[in-house]
Nanobody, 124 residues
Framework: QVQLVESGGGLAQPGGSLRLSCAAS????????MSWFRQAPGKEREFVAG????????YYANSVKGRFTISRDNAKNTAYLQMNSLKPEDTALYYC?????????????????WGQGTQVTVSS
């Protein structure tokens, strides 16, 4: 069965960095786009970053553009989110998600499998 397992979350100071990982299994990882979402307490789950399966093109929410980098290693069936210059408003539960085959959207309905999430807290 499809499984997505996030890791790498934790506590970081403002201006600091964290690297999240998403280990995938149960499907042919290289043929699916992958995305990261986040959800802060009391807020809707929001798109953060996405990467395609075909050519590795990336797409980012404006709030993280220039600070976060999404990547993937198809040999390891793993997607990553490198987060630099962290801000307190980046505090959230971060989810990895698989993008539906053939989808051209990055919204939540365009994703069919989700991980359990990893907590990121940015505080001094």
């Amino acid at each position: 069965q499809v499984q997505l397992v996030e890791s790498g979350g934790g506590l970081a100071q403002p201006g600091g960095s964290l690297r999240l990982s998403c280990a995938a299994s149960g499907f042919t990882f290289s043929t699916y786009g992958m995305s990261w979402f986040r959800q802060a307490p009391g807020k809707e789950r929001e798109f953060v970053a996405g990467i395609t399966s075909s050519d590795g093109s990336t797409y980012y929410a404006n709030s993280v553009k220039g600070r976060f980098t999404i990547s993937r290693d198809n040999a390891k069936n793993t997607a990553y989110l490198q987060m630099n210059s962290l801000k307190p408003e980046d505090t959230a539960l971060y989810y990895c998600a698989r993008r539906r085959s053939g989808s051209i959207s990055y919204g939540r309905p365009a994703h069919d499998y989700w991980g359990q999430g990893t907590q990121v807290t940015v505080s001094s």
